[in-house]
């Protein structure tokens, strides 16, 4: 679990960089122990994708939820009127 939230920090930290880069510099001077030991978030590139076993099915799903998602805000908003 660790590792997973390291790993999810340390990716945010990079991608926010361009748009907040004070808050994006703020949150890597507090991640501990850093594996790329750069004084900013800034020197550091940005993470690559990963792939993930299933992705296919993984959006089918992700897509059918939204379909949904759709059709019940459309029916709230018709029942709104």
Known sequence: MQT??????????KLIAPI?????DEVWEHIPN???NVESV?????????AIDGE????????AFMDVRDDILKALENAAQ
Request: aromatic share 6%.
């Open 4 to 13: 997973v939230l390291y790993e999810t920090v340390v990716a945010l930290a």
């Open 20 to 24: 907040l880069p004070h808050t994006a």
């Open 34 to 36: 850093r594996r790329e």
């Open 42 to 50: 800034q020197l550091t590139d940005m993470p690559e994708p990963i």
């Open 56 to 63: 296919e099915a993984l959006l089918a799903k992700w897509d």
